[in-house]
């Protein structure tokens, strides 16, 4: 709103809310000791405040490393297929085939496709990480700047409990619920004959979900600490459709570089 424009007192008074200037605080004494009108003071203040707003927002900015909201999560099993699936959208290659990170992938790029076909888009800072227990702590450090999941599965090696578990785990995190957080769930190494059908891992992935959320939301009764949110509709078996973030299922095959819907994925939310 340019203020500038507004001569009049009372008119600048409506604007800002304000029957009297002359009530708030300290600006008569700032009018008179820089001889300027009511109005002029005021202006200046308003003025003061929004250069601070700005620069707090560019410090808060900073302080969380960069362009926010740019960022990709990898998340998943060991073995899924994660720094792999990394490689290739950076490099187009998987370099010495299956890699087993043990520290987080972190790296800001423009995918591999984009830049072959010669087109100029924007870089997306994506985060692989570690699929080991011990190691999944490191996801809460991302999250805050996270634009969605990637969250990986090996179709072949289906490992439903511990696969339901990180699962539930992720769509009952306060911020991935309250920013509504959207989940790809890539469905890995479909070219094996022997591989488990996305619409069969999305079946059981919703049956042993619900185990856990009968187990789990009777033991978060009794304890007013716990941070989870409640997840599913209240009397009804749990569907991802119930979920408030958007989850998407989607078969990709790494190792061919059938990455598409990965890719698209990723366009969606970090708009190039």
Do not use: W
Not at 47 to 54: D, K, N, Y
Not at 71 to 90: D, H, N, P
Not at 149 to 157: K, N, P, S
Not at 178 to 190: D, E, G, T, V
């Amino acid at each position: 709103m340019d203020f500038a424009k507004f001569t009049d007192v009372n008119e600048l008074a409506k604007m800002v809310n304000i029957s009297n200037l002359a009530e708030i605080p300290m600006l008569p004494e700032l009018a008179e000791k820089f001889e300027v009108s009511l109005e002029v003071a005021l202006c200046a203040a308003l003025s003061t405040l929004s250069i601070t707003f700005l620069v707090s927002l560019f410090l808060l900015k900073a302080a969380f490393g960069g362009s926010a909201g740019d960022t990709i999560v990898f998340l998943g099993l060991c073995g899924a297929g994660k720094t792999s699936l990394f490689s290739q959208l950076r490099d187009g290659s998987m370099h010495n085939g299956t890699v087993t990170s043990m520290e987080p992938n972190d790296d800001r790029f423009a995918l591999f496709s984009e830049r072959k076909s010669g087109r100029k888009a924007r870089p997306v800072r994506f985060v692989d990480l570690p699929g080991h227990p011990r190691l999944r702590a490191k996801v809460d450090e991302f999250l805050p700047q996270a634009r969605g999941i990637v969250f990986v599965i090996d179709a072949l090696d289906f490992q439903l409990r511990p696969t339901a578990e990180f699962l539930y785990e992720m769509l009952t995190k306060k911020i991935v619920v309250s920013s509504r957080m959207p989940i790809l769930i890539a469905c890995n190494k479909l070219d094996n004959v022997s591989a488990h059908s996305v619409e069969f891992i999305r079946r059981q992935l919703e049956k042993e979900i619900e185990k856990l959320r009968v187990t789990r939301t009777s033991l978060s009764d009794g304890d007013a600490s716990s941070t989870e949110v409640r997840l599913g509709k209240e009397g009804e078996v749990f569907k991802f459709t119930q979920v408030k973030n958007k989850v998407t299922f989607a078969g990709i095959i790494v190792a061919n570089n059938d990455i598409q819907e990965v890719e698209r994925f990723v366009r969606e939310r970090v708009r190039g």
